[in-house]
C-alpha cells in the first residue's frame, strides 16, 4: 500500500496563504508525476496543478497566478504554496502519484482546506 502523506490545510481567511506537502515514497516519488487535484462538496475532482511529464507544470485556470506547486528531490516531497485564497479554494485537496506508462495512480488521503472569515 503506497502511503502519499500530505500535511499543512485548515482554515484560513480570504486573501491568506496556506502550504501542502506531500511525502512520497521515494521509489514512487522518483518515477511517478506528482500533482494536487481538489474536491468541493457536491463536485467533481479536479486538477489543481501538476507536473508534467516533461517537468513542466500545469495549472487550472482559477488558481494561476496564486497557486504554485513545486518539489523537493531529497524529501521526496512535493508543494502547493497557496496565496490569495478564495471561498471558492475551499476543498479536500489530494497529492497524487501517476505513471500511465506502469498503470500506477496513487492518491493520498485527502486534507482540508477552508477559506473563510
Known amino acids: 500500500q503506497v502511503q502519499l502523506v500530505e500535511s499543512g490545510g485548515g482554515l484560513v481567511q480570504p486573501g491568506g496563504s496556506l502550504r501542502l506537502s506531500c511525502a512520497a515514497p521515494g521509489r514512487i516519488f522518483g518515477r511517478n508525476v506528482m500533482g494536487w487535484y481538489r474536491q468541493a462538496p457536491g463536485k467533481q475532482r479536479e486538477l489543481v496543478a501538476a507536473?508534467?511529464?516533461?517537468?513542466?507544470?500545469n495549472y487550472a485556470d482559477s488558481v494561476k497566478g496564486r497557486f504554485t506547486i513545486s518539489r523537493d528531490n531529497l524529501r521526496n516531497t512535493v508543494y502547493l504554496q497557496m496565496n490569495s485564497l478564495k471561498p471558492e479554494d475551499t476543498a479536500v485537496y489530494y497529492c497524487?502519484?501517476?505513471?500511465?506508462?506502469?498503470?500506477?495512480?496513487?492518491w493520498g488521503q485527502g486534507i482540508q482546506v477552508t477559506v473563510s472569515v
Open positions: 497524487n502519484a501517476r505513471n500511465p506508462i506502469l498503470a500506477e495512480n496513487y
Open positions: 507536473f508534467t511529464g516533461g517537468g513542466s507544470t
